[in-house]
């Protein structure tokens, strides 16, 4: 079992807003980074931080957080958007480990 | 900009050692830390440690008795080992690149840079 916790699927209509969330102990202390994993690829970090975008990633993506729950947003989402959620975040324990939420899918309609 | 390649043996027997490698080019393997990663066929990202190119590790704890990774600075890599594997332990095992943050008065750590991945298959 994961110390933190994404619904298994989510869906959204095309061009309509989704947030994604992951809650977890840990996350009231620690923010949680976000990865985006298409079929058959590698993940690819879309937030960091308290709501950074690296490089090539559409602002349509943003973070938040509160209490015990991290969320990304997609704000207008977009055919392209269809993949797996993961967040990562250090675990409870206090020894710097690290965990990744169970993912979300998510399907635009 | 840099780049991770995993690479290693595609099938392993039943009770061996899983070795892997990841080469790191277009910068320095110096200053960060390194993290593996693995994935079992439709199932979710499970991580397994990471090392700092000073040697320092940290190991998850459902694996830390099976685990090592390792730097080599002068080939710029970093390698996993995992002992006494099962099909349990088959999976798509990435390498990734850590890096970190500092605001509002917390540190912040992500997984920027990513290899593609590499199958491995534990079969006899």
């Known amino acids: 079992s994961s110390e933190l916790t994404q619904d298994p699927a989510v869906s959204v209509a095309l061009g309509q807003t989704v947030r994604i969330t992951c809650q977890g102990d840990?996350?009231?202390?620690?923010?949680a980074s976000w990865y985006q994993q298409k079929p058959g690829q590698a993940p690819v970090l879309v937030i960091y931080?308290?709501?950074n975008r690296p490089s090539g990633i559409p602002d349509r993506f943003s973070g938040s957080s509160s209490g015990n729950t991290a969320s990304l947003t997609i704000t207008g989402a977009q055919a392209e958007d269809e993949a797996d959620y993961y967040c990562?975040?250090?675990?409870?324990?206090?020894?710097?480990?690290?965990?990744f939420g169970g993912g979300t899918k998510l399907t635009v309609l | 900009q840099v780049q991770l390649q995993e690479s290693g043996p595609g099938l392993v027997k039943p009770s061996e050692t899983l070795s892997l490698t990841c080469t790191v080019s277009?910068?320095?393997?110096?200053?960060?830390?390194w993290s593996w990663i693995r994935q079992p066929p439709g199932k979710g990202l499970e991580w397994i440690g990471y090392?700092?190119?000073?040697?320092?590790?940290n190991y998850n704890p459902s694996l830390k008795s099976r685990v090592t990774i390792s730097v080599d600075t002068s080939k710029n890599q970093f390698s996993l080992k995992l002992s006494s594997v099962t099909a349990a332990d088959t999976a798509v095992y990435y390498c990734?690149?850590?890096?970190?943050?500092?605001?509002?008065?917390?540190?912040?750590?992500?997984?920027?840079?990513w290899g593609k991945g590499t199958t491995v298959t534990v079969s006899s």
């Open positions: 990734a690149r850590r890096s970190h943050g500092y605001s509002y008065g917390i540190y912040y750590y992500y997984m920027d840079v």
């Open positions: 840990s996350l009231r202390s620690y923010y």
């Open positions: 990562n975040s250090r675990d409870s324990s206090g020894n710097h480990l690290r965990v």
């Open positions: 277009g910068g320095s393997i110096s200053s960060y830390y």
């Open positions: 931080g308290k709501n």
């Open positions: 090392i700092y190119y000073s040697g320092s590790t």
